[in-house]
């Protein structure tokens, strides 16, 4: 059974840092793309960042220059760092992984909260 295991997340202040990680586990098939997603409530959930296999990214707009997605092939896990955080920011943030395969997963979410 495949699992996406995020840490991270919590509350921080306007200007702030802070680093999400998600460590897939449980398939035989290697991922292909991995990225972060955010939804709040009321809200579809949007792009956040995405990376590729081969090292390529894609950022929304709202976190290009602020947030830096990387992923570690050898431990196979994905990272967002995020930085100078904005009240806008708050969200839950869920990590997404596509297998080669074909098959997509979502991680259960973890809460990101900015204010002062």
């Known amino acids: 059974q495949v699992q996406l295991v995020e840490s991270g997340g919590g509350l921080v202040q306007p200007g702030g840092s802070l680093g999400l990680s998600c460590a897939p586990s449980g398939s035989r098939f290697s991922t292909s793309i991995m990225g972060w997603y955010r939804q709040v409530p009321g809200k579809q959930r949007e792009l956040v960042a995405t990376?590729?296999?081969?090292?390529?990214?894609n950022y929304a707009d709202s976190a290009k220059g602020r947030f830096a997605i990387s992923r570690d092939k050898a431990k196979n896990t994905v990272s967002l760092q995020m930085n100078s955080l904005k009240p806008e920011d708050t969200a839950v943030y869920y990590c997404n992984v596509l297998y080669y395969n074909g098959v997509v997963y979502w991680g259960k979410g973890t809460q990101v909260t900015v204010s002062s």
């Open positions: 990376i590729a296999r081969s090292g390529t990214t």
